[in-house]
């Protein structure tokens, strides 16, 4: 993409990485990172489209780096699972969130869900359950307040395993959003076991909705889809006030993009949660 192109300007060069060299400094700049608490999470508000209320927030890592510039995370998570640093980013990203959504809730700010990013492999490792229930009990978010987002790809690789991960997690109360629904080139017979709640319509549909009329077809499918399995839809990626009534009329439920707000360091967020609250 465009975006993804303007990102990997000084960052991976495929000459530089036959060297190994480029690697090399990214391996170390992630280190250094975690190291250094160089993160930080950006909270995007999800609506309920219904009520015009904030549903949820999404938890986004950033990583504001001197040497590389603003990377985008498309870029340097895929990394750093590469190098095995996933777990190390994920454990911390799970934490600072779930901290966060427990001072939102005292100080009576927002006490929606918080959702985080899982990524693949690590939902097939065999220690997720007990990683996510400890940072649960050591911040003492209630699980009711966590949501987990497994993009489709994760189900695919190995469906009984990580359904019954799944399933131990809804039994504790968590949500499991399947992110980016509609791009896994997956067979949709997996989908009714699935122990999820909620799917996000990919923002690829939601973008094309005037260009393309197959990406109507694809969006009212999928709602109508989601319905019948009684299921909710976070419609992502929503820029304009057309595609909202557009996903309103269709019955979507929850709507996520930049139309409602950019994802927000939490000084932002607060102040946008108030403002909501207060319309
Ligand atoms: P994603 O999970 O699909 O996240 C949604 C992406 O869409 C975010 O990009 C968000 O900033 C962007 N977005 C939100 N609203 C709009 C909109 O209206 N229009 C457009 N064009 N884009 C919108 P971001 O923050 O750059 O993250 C990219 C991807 O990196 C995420 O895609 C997710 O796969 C991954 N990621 C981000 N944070 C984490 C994390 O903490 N852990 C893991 N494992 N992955 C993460
Ligand atoms: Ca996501
Ligand atoms: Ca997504
Ligand atoms: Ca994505």
Redesign the pocket.
């Given at each position: 993409s465009k975006r993804q192109g303007r990102n990997t300007i000084n960052f991976y060069c495929a000459e530089d990485d036959q060297k190994g060299s480029n690697s090399l400094n990214v391996l170390n700049a992630l280190h250094s990172a975690i190291h250094n608490d160089e993160f930080k999470i950006?909270y995007?508000p999800v609506m309920n489209l219904q009520s015009g209320l904030v549903e949820s927030v999404?938890?986004?890592?950033r990583w504001p780096n001197a040497q590389f510039g603003y990377t985008?995370?498309?870029i340097f998570?895929p990394l750093a699972e590469k190098f095995g640093l996933?777990c190390q980013?994920?454990d911390w990203?799970l934490e600072k969130a779930c901290l966060q959504g427990v001072e939102w809730r005292k100080n009576q700010i927002f006490d929606g869900r918080i959702a985080?990013?899982?990524?693949a492999r690590e939902l097939r490792l065999p220690n997720i359950v007990e990683r996510i229930t400890g940072v649960l009990e050591k911040t003492g978010l209630p699980p009711e307040a966590l949501a987990l987002?497994i993009t489709e790809g994760t189900m695919v690789s190995a469906p009984d395993k990580v359904g019954s991960v799944l399933q131990t997690f809804r039994n504790m109360g968590i949500s499991i959003y399947i992110?980016?629904f509609g791009t896994g080139y997956s067979s949709l017979s997996y989908l009714p076991q699935l122990p999820a709640n909620v799917l996000k319509i990919d923002?690829s549909f939601i973008?094309g909705l005037y260009q393309e009329e197959k990406n109507v077809v694809i969006a009212t499918t999928i709602l109508q889809m989601a319905q019948n399995l009684g299921m909710a839809v976070i419609a992502?990626?929503?820029?304009t006030a057309s595609q909202m009534q557009f996903l309103r009329k269709k019955g979507c439920s929850h709507a996520?993009?930049?139309?409602f707000g950019?994802?927000m360091l939490p000084a932002a967020f607060q102040d946008f949660a108030c403002q909501i609250k207060s319309t």
């Amino acid at each position: 993409s465009k975006r993804q192109g303007r990102n990997t300007i000084n960052f991976y060069c495929a000459e530089d990485d036959q060297k190994g060299s480029n690697s090399l400094n990214v391996l170390n700049a992630l280190h250094s990172a975690i190291h250094n608490d160089e993160f930080k999470i950006a909270y995007q508000p999800v609506m309920n489209l219904q009520s015009g209320l904030v549903e949820s927030v999404e938890a986004l890592i950033r990583w504001p780096n001197a040497q590389f510039g603003y990377t985008s995370p498309e870029i340097f998570i895929p990394l750093a699972e590469k190098f095995g640093l996933i777990c190390q980013i994920s454990d911390w990203v799970l934490e600072k969130a779930c901290l966060q959504g427990v001072e939102w809730r005292k100080n009576q700010i927002f006490d929606g869900r918080i959702a985080v990013n899982l990524c693949a492999r690590e939902l097939r490792l065999p220690n997720i359950v007990e990683r996510i229930t400890g940072v649960l009990e050591k911040t003492g978010l209630p699980p009711e307040a966590l949501a987990l987002e497994i993009t489709e790809g994760t189900m695919v690789s190995a469906p009984d395993k990580v359904g019954s991960v799944l399933q131990t997690f809804r039994n504790m109360g968590i949500s499991i959003y399947i992110d980016d629904f509609g791009t896994g080139y997956s067979s949709l017979s997996y989908l009714p076991q699935l122990p999820a709640n909620v799917l996000k319509i990919d923002k690829s549909f939601i973008e094309g909705l005037y260009q393309e009329e197959k990406n109507v077809v694809i969006a009212t499918t999928i709602l109508q889809m989601a319905q019948n399995l009684g299921m909710a839809v976070i419609a992502e990626g929503v820029e304009t006030a057309s595609q909202m009534q557009f996903l309103r009329k269709k019955g979507c439920s929850h709507a996520q993009g930049y139309y409602f707000g950019e994802p927000m360091l939490p000084a932002a967020f607060q102040d946008f949660a108030c403002q909501i609250k207060s319309t």
